[in-house]
């Protein structure tokens, strides 16, 4: 899907409020592609992150899963503080990226997938980490002795055993990135059709008084919301029954 | 064909450290739950990595930290049934016995599979679940799955405790067909007596993470050399001992004097099991008078517990077996003379 404009994403709406005629669906729009690129992402250092943990003895083993834990418990203006101290463009990467590829990290729509991604990652992290715990070890010991590869017995054997729980913290991780706000006004901002989420939008709207538009945004967004928790339970449900 | 074993490795809690050589044909790893058997297979196999020793198969060196070799468990050829079967629950009977095949050669895979199905009487459960199958049918496709990576040696663990004991007998005896049948060495690692004494041909008894010499499975019954290969055998009548001359001991719990065999040691512990006491009826050599503390009935057996001379509690007690038809009618408190055939009379050492 190309983006041509933010015009793309109108529909009509026949709304009492003459100033919104339109209905502008870029947030939405935004708000998706954000989320789902940074679930991708998180998907696989979640899964990166759990199995290599996994294996790291117990001193490094505890400090690593705080450190990558952090950011489920910090506010997220402290981790778009951190982001902005990494991206910025008066800092040290963020000039460097600027000088020698032309790219901005700050204030563009996909400086929002890195927010998401610090935020959504330990919740992917944790919920593989806990599958891959209750993966009995025994079925890989016996995979090794049978010949098996490594990749083979992880790919084949691990995920598929782990599935539900993965899928669950993927899901989780996609609603936590759809609904980031705090590190994302401050990495991304809000410039209409370009950076708006409908986090961000919501907010913008409410400032500016304009309530009924700020409720749609609300509405869709506790929608969406509703839709990906249901699968959630639905996922755990299967899983429980799975392992009876 | 053989397998050399010395390895040690600290577990915490103990320290093991087992050593035996096995021949071809089926060797027993005999102990009590915990004693480190499960982790000596696994040592074998190469899943754990021992801390210190040497694992030779057929001539191969699996594993020598002293020349540092450690093969990966994929190249020791070493086929382990775990005790829980660990077959892989997202694949069905069928792909279980292909994911097998995977790490071989083979020119006819289904020919192979179909053969191994057929062969464990496991045909039309191809495509089950392992969730869907039972205990034994479990077990025979996990054992299908190792035979098809042909490995030279065959490590069993505990291949009996996860079923319940209708499945137990008729899988045992599929088990002794098959064993009959594997041309390498075989591992058997079994708390049970039993399996030992109709599986295995020679045996090694590993008590609290060490493991005394191999011997024949006949001589660990007929002449345990350590209280703890004696309690394993599944005798019950202990008393600490002391030597009077080289075949007169003191029973020291019983409170009575024995003669016996020649011994060349000095034992810390003698030993009779139950079913070799043997009611007397006048004082003699050899017998002691006891009383009668408690009779138990079996399904085909009565159990009588007796007090010695020694007194009536712990090791000072005397269990004696007897056929039901052959039990005198006792009654608590009654004297019963018992003798102990001194050819039956069995010295340990301390251990």
Not at chain 2, 29 to 55: E, F
Request: hydrophobic share 45%; net charge positive.
């Amino acid at each position: 899907m190309s983006v041509a404009g933010h015009s793309s994403f109108l529909i009509p709406n026949s709304s009492f409020d003459n100033r919104y005629r339109f209905m502008d669906l870029y947030p939405l729009y935004n708000s998706l592609r954000v989320a789902a690129i940074s679930c991708v992402i998180v998907f696989f250092l979640g899964i990166f992150f759990a199995h290599t943990v996994a294996k790291l003895p117990r001193t490094v083993k505890g400090l690593l899963d705080v450190v990558l834990t952090l950011p489920l418990v910090l506010p997220p203006t402290v981790v778009g503080y951190f982001l902005l101290l990494a991206f910025g463009p008066n800092r040290a990467f963020g000039a460097w990226m600027q000088s020698a590829f032309h790219v901005r990290l700050t204030m563009v729509w996909y400086s929002a997938i890195f927010a998401s991604v610090v935020v959504a990652f330990p919740l992917m992290y944790r919920t593989a980490r806990g599958a891959f715990e209750s993966f009995d070890p025994t079925l890989r010991d016996s995979a090794r002795t049978l010949g098996l590869s490594n990749s083979y017995i992880f790919w084949r054997i691990q995920m598929p055993c782990c599935r539900q729980g993965i899928l669950a913290g993927t899901v989780l991780a996609f609603a936590r990135a759809l609904g980031e706000y705090g590190a994302t006004s401050m990495i991304a901002g809000y410039t209409p059709g370009r950076t708006a989420t409908i986090s961000t939008t919501v907010y913008q709207l409410w400032r500016t008084n304009n309530d009924a538009l700020a409720f749609r945004w609300v509405m869709i967004n506790v929608a969406i919301s509703f839709v990906v928790l249901m699968a959630v339970n639905l996922l755990e449900k299967q899983q429980r029954r799975g392992a009876a | 064909m053989s397998l050399i074993v010395r390895i040690e490795k600290d577990l915490g809690s103990f320290h093991l450290r087992v050593r035996f050589e096995s021949e071809n044909g089926v060797h027993g790893l005999l102990g009590a739950s915990g004693c480190g058997k499960s982790m000596t297979l696994r040592c074998i196999a190469g899943v754990v990595t021992p801390d210190r020793g040497h694992i030779e198969l057929n001539g191969r060196v699996l594993f020598d930290s002293e020349t540092g070799v450690d093969l990966p468990p994929q190249q020791r050829r070493v086929g382990l049934l775990f005790q829980n079967y660990a077959l892989f629950p997202n694949m069905t009977v069928e792909q279980n016995l292909r994911a097998a095949l995977r790490g071989q050669k083979s020119a006819d895979e289904a020919g192979e599979i179909a053969d191994m199905l057929r062969r464990f009487e496991l045909t039309g459960l191809e495509r089950h679940r392992p969730s869907q199958l039972s205990g034994g049918q479990q077990q025979r496709v996990a054992l299908a799955r190792i035979l098809l990576t042909k490995p030279e040696i065959l490590l069993l663990d505990e291949p009996l405790s996860a079923l319940d004991s209708y499945l137990r007998w008729q899988t045992e005896l599929e088990l002794a067909e098959l064993l009959d049948s594997f041309p390498g060495p075989t591992l058997l690692v079994t708390h049970s007596r039993e399996e030992v004494h109709h599986l295995c041909r020679t045996v090694t008894v590993l008590d609290r993470g060490s493991g005394e010499v191999s011997m024949p499975v006949k001589k660990l019954f007929s002449a345990p050399k350590t209280r703890s290969a004696c309690l394993l055998t599944g005798c019950k009548n202990f008393s600490r001992a002391e030597r009077i001359s080289p075949n007169r001991i003191r029973a020291v719990d019983w409170g009575a004097e024995l003669s016996c065999a020649d011994a060349d040691f000095d034992p810390a512990y003698v030993a009779i099991r139950a079913h070799h006491l043997e009611p007397a009826d006048a004082d003699g050599e050899n017998v002691i008078a006891c009383r009668v503390l408690r009779v138990v009935d079996d399904a085909f057996s009565a159990i009588v517990m007796a007090s010695t001379p020694g007194g009536d509690a712990g090791a000072s007690r005397l269990r004696l077996e007897l056929p039901k038809e052959d039990c005198p009618p006792l009654k608590i408190g009654d004297t019963i003379r018992l003798r102990l055939p001194p050819d039956r009379i069995m010295l340990l050492k301390e251990g």
